[in-house]
């Protein structure tokens, strides 16, 4: 199968499924199964374009596979955990409420943005099964490496932050513990530079354009759109001064030494 038909073969599951939840979060008003979609429709798309598309290394594309895959597990383990608990994501929360009756409408445009996303940042992956050397090089290493400590940090950032939440009491305090002390959100930075990974990999056998495209967007989504600063609104609401102190001393997404409160 070509890459371009393994990509068309992948929108063309990803958009009715996407379609699906939509439909289903009519009834539940919980839009949160998105997000876990979009994780595993990652990582099925990877293992299914190492198993369809026959260019590069075998082994690489394997490798790959197996990098986004495990990405993709371990995250949607962690959203299935937010998706089985009562109650609505704020993000979809807030806009359910500021979209008002046109919110059916929007959520499906949503719901189809995230599907497009899907099949754009799953040919990352492609680009990095690419390179047609059956050897072992550093800038497979390299990758690899990336990869951990992303896989890493991510699943720590995660499990201090619910270690935290799971304390009575510390609904409304500032989470300042382990890599919570040196960034406002660890987990959305480890999971930036987990896409990072896979540009040495790729690099010299794509336009570099195109390598980067996935990590850029997807900088550019976390710290300007839909990540940080929606949920940097409803903490500043919900925390008050406490929160507005620690975005005065915390750096916003890449890890720090804390500042001093001017």
């Known amino acids: 199968m070509s890459a371009p038909v393994a990509v068309g073969t992948v929108a063309l599951t990803i958009i009715p499924v996407m379609a ?5 979060q009519l009834r539940t008003r919980e839009a949160d199964a998105v997000d876990l979609a979009w994780t595993l429709g990652l990582g099925g798309a990877a293992v299914f374009y190492a198993a369809a598309v026959p260019s590069g290394a075998g082994w ?4 790959v596979a197996a990098m986004a895959g495990l990405w993709s597990l371990r995250l949607a383990a962690y959203l299935f955990g937010r998706v089985r608990s009562p109650g609505e994501d704020g993000r979809y929360r807030d806009l359910r409420v500021k979209w008002g009756r046109g919110a059916p409408l929007k959520f499906f445009v949503l719901f189809q943005a995230q599907a497009v996303l899907v099949v754009a940042l799953s040919a990352h992956f492609l680009l990095a099964m690419r390179p047609p050397d059956p050897s072992l090089r550093a800038a497979d290493l390299a990758g690899m490496a990336i990869w951990f400590v992303s896989l ?5 950032a995660d499990r201090q932050l619910q270690r935290f939440r799971a304390v009575p ?3 409304r305090r500032v989470c ?7 960034s406002r959100h660890p987990n959305y930075f480890f999971e930036w530079t987990h896409w990072l ?5 790729a690099y010299g056998h794509a336009p570099l354009w195109a390598i980067l495209f996935a990590p850029a967007l997807l900088l550019l989504s976390i710290r300007f759109v ?3 600063p929606p949920i940097e609104r409803r903490s500043a609401e919900r925390r008050g001064e406490a929160y507005r102190r620690y975005q005065r001393t915390t750096s916003a997404f890449i890890p720090w030494f804390p500042r001093r409160d001017r």
């Open 176 to 182: 300042r513990t382990g890599l919570w002390r040196y």
């Open 60 to 63: 690489r594309r394997w490798m």
């Open 20 to 24: 699906l939840l939509w439909y289903g």
């Open 197 to 201: 990974a896979y540009v040495p990999v």
């Open 226 to 228: 839909t990540g940080i």
């Open 152 to 156: 890493v940090g991510e699943s720590v």
């Open 169 to 171: 009491g510390n609904e």
